[in-house]
């Protein structure tokens, strides 16, 4: 018996030690990331207690919305909020939250919806909080009103008014600042939605919102929090979550239900949040501004070559390097230096914000793993030196 017992986990050793690599099998290369918590280069890397939870939750069935209601009341605590539920990251929590603000439990409203008939369909935003994502909000067939003072936002408002958008990010580029904003929706009764996805660190950005009074906001859960990719937070009144989780999966005739969010991500993702909250933020960025200074102590070596450490206001407000040199005495552009880093071996990513030449290349700290910022400076010295 003893012997048999022993089985499966001898099983389960050999197996660790013979996974496939599956990058190499499929042909697809790993890069270094100084770019950070971007979609398109797979944002953070998963804590290692979640990808644990991940693989605990994979072995058990449960009832999905018992466990949904476990995990958002666990959320919710952590973060002082009314509610909470975990969506299949933040723009789904845009496309959700907005769904269940428009139906309420209204049976009949959240089938119909995207056809707004007998329901609210105009959503406020300030003109300089446009963004991609709110097409998650636009899915719902609202219409987005611009403004961009105080009054026209107040005199926007009439019986088609639905809610008010926020971006956090762009608190400091708005005229209406968050504190007035939500001020204005209390005093006018119209559920405010704040978009705080890449705001976090630092960890005062995951409560500031919530205790400012916003109705909603959500955050994502694969960049600064590191947990599942596919997965995010949407906190606020009890009444909207509950709409909210009925615009979605498992519910099957909802706007959300292509928005499935599994066990395991669910229980990750709370998982994750409890680790994030615990940390040594400080320690953390004593680290990110560590591997800045390798980076920017190497680069500078090299004549006409400036490298000077900054923080972005906000989203992804963690240590960064800006490297600039003269485009044309080099005879080397920005994205060229971009695309011979991306095109090398290891290949690395730098932040994709298309820079025009002389505006130089940013790299982000957080994500690059332990030796990564010595790679990196020593292939940009490389790439410059060739040209210099």
């Known amino acids: 018996m003893q012997t048999a017992g022993a089985l499966p986990l001898a099983g389960a050793a050999s197996a660790a030690e013979t996974t496939p690599d599956y990058l190499a099998e499929l042909g697809v290369a790993p890069i270094i990331n100084g770019a950070g918590v971007y979609t398109m280069m797979t944002a953070s890397l998963m804590r290692p207690e979640c990808v644990r939870a991940i693989a605990a939750m994979s072995t058990k069935f449960v009832r999905l919305d018992e466990l949904h209601d476990a995990v958002g009341k666990r959320i919710a605590k952590l973060l002082g909020a009314e509610a909470a539920m975990v969506p299949s990251g933040a723009a789904a929590a845009l496309t959700v939250g907005t769904a269940g603000v428009l139906t309420g439990t209204n049976a009949d409203?959240?089938?119909?919806?995207?056809?707004?008939?007998?329901?609210?369909?105009?959503?406020?935003?300030?003109?300089?909080?446009?963004?991609?994502?709110?097409?998650?909000?636009?899915?719902?067939?609202v219409k987005l009103i611009e403004v961009e003072t105080r009054a026209q936002m107040v005199g926007a408002m009439g019986p088609k008014t639905a809610m008010m958008l926020f971006l956090n990010k762009a608190d400091h580029l708005g005229q209406v600042k968050m504190k007035e904003f939500v001020a204005i929706g209390k005093e006018y009764k119209i559920p405010t939605f704040n978009d705080a996805a890449a705001d976090a660190p630092p960890v005062e950005n995951l409560f500031t919102p919530i205790r400012l009074g916003f109705d909603?906001?959500?955050?994502?859960?694969?960049?600064?929090?590191?947990?599942?990719?596919?997965?995010?937070?949407?906190?606020?009144?009890?009444?909207?979550?509950?709409?909210?989780?009925?615009?979605?999966?498992?519910?099957?005739?909802?706007?959300?239900?292509?928005?499935?969010?599994?066990?395991?991500?669910?229980?990750?993702?709370?998982?994750?949040l409890e680790s994030f909250l615990k940390e040594d933020h400080k320690a953390n960025w004593k680290e990110w501004e560590k591997r800045v200074e390798t980076m920017r102590r190497a680069i500078v070596k090299m004549p006409g070559v400036k490298a000077t450490p900054f923080v972005p206001p906000i989203a992804n407000s963690v240590p960064h390097l800006l490297v600039q040199w003269d485009v044309k005495k080099v005879g080397l552009t920005e994205l060229d230096l971009m695309k011979q880093l991306r095109e090398g071996t290891p290949s690395i990513e730098l932040v994709p914000n298309d820079p025009k030449p002389g505006q130089g290349v940013e790299i982000a700290s957080w994500m690059?793993?332990?030796?990564?910022?010595e790679i990196v400076a020593g292939r940009i010295e490389e790439v410059l030196g060739r040209k210099a």
């Open 109 to 141: 409203f959240i089938q119909r919806i995207p056809d707004l008939t007998g329901m609210k369909s105009e959503v406020i935003v300030q003109k300089s909080h446009r963004f991609p994502y709110d097409h998650m909000v636009r899915n719902c067939g």
């Open 216 to 272: 909603l906001v959500c955050t994502s859960g694969g960049k600064g929090i590191r947990g599942p990719q596919s997965a995010g937070i949407l906190a606020g009144r009890a009444d909207l979550i509950k709409a909210a989780r009925m615009n979605t999966s498992p519910n099957s005739d909802t706007i959300g239900r292509c928005c499935k969010v599994n066990k395991e991500e669910m229980v990750g993702m709370m998982v994750a």
């Open 368 to 373: 690059l793993q332990p030796g990564e910022a």
